[in-house]
């Protein structure tokens, strides 16, 4: 870790203020210069740089296109979600984009299916790609919104993966809510140290009540995480 992502690492886990209770659809819609140019001077100012690149991914070479096809991370998920979950489990996908995992789950039996994504293409495609989606409930909707919104203990196990969890603001106090929407596990491959927001995931799973069962390395950038809650 070099001295950039460390500072990086202290100001998005420790000296920026959580702010849950922002109503956070009605601020990415904003459009305003002067938070843009508050939040470039200010690290602890809301911004929604994130989210309006993410909404607009298909304009930006992210599309749900490149979310379709399953490969070996994916996999790697989908086998520790069979390992610690039962087939009648609720499970939800943060940032779920056309629902390719959620699809792999369907096949093998799950049923009670849920997941989200801040791109509404990518939600309305998922059921023309996925027939098998079709009794999922998915929604479009940013992270914050869809979990402040939902009730404790929903989910037996929710999981995440690939850059999801990193470029969502570290002003959402993101791992302590879906820590309190998960009964059983949160499953997550993450790059530690990468993306826009990176921070000390491991302190944070830990201060928000989350056990550490496995780490596992991935290549050079990337961990698997199984997390029981306490």
């Known amino acids: 870790m070099n ?18 209770s922002l109503n956070f659809k009605k601020f990415y819609e904003k459009n305003s210069f002067f938070i843009k140019v508050l939040a470039k001077i200010f690290w602890f100012i809301p ?9 607009n991914a298909h304009n ?14 994916g996999c790697m998920i989908v086998d520790k979600i069979k390992e610690y979950s039962a087939k009648e489990d609720k499970i939800l996908d943060i940032c779920c984009n056309v629902g390719r995992i959620l699809n792999q789950l369907n096949n093998h039996g799950y049923k009670k299916l849920y997941g989200f994504d801040i791109n509404q293409e990518a939600i309305n495609k998922s059921k023309f790609i996925f027939s098998g989606l079709n009794s999922a409930q998915l929604e479009c909707a940013s992270a914050e919104e869809y979990l402040k919104k ?35 596990y949160f499953i997550c491959l993450i790059s530690e140290n990468g993306h826009a927001y990176p921070r000390f995931w ?3 799973f830990k201060r928000s009540c989350f056990s550490i069962i496995e780490c596992i390395n991935v290549g050079s950038s990337r961990t698997l995480f199984v997390l029981e809650k306490k």
Not at 47 to 55: D, G
Not at 166 to 183: C, G, M, Q, S, Y
């Open 202 to 204: 491991r302190n944070e």
């Open 3 to 20: 001295l950039i992502i460390f500072l990086k690492k202290c100001k998005n886990s420790y000296l920026t203020p959580r702010i849950n």
């Open 150 to 184: 939902t009730n404790d203990n929903f989910y037996d196990v929710s999981y995440s993966l690939g850059a999801s969890l990193e470029v969502i603001p570290a002003h959402f106090n993101l791992i302590k809510d879906i820590n309190r929407i998960t009964k059983k």
């Open 47 to 55: 911004n929604n740089f994130q989210s309006k690149y993410w909404i």
């Open 60 to 73: 930006v070479g992210h599309g749900y296109d490149k979310f379709v096809e399953m490969d070996d991370l």
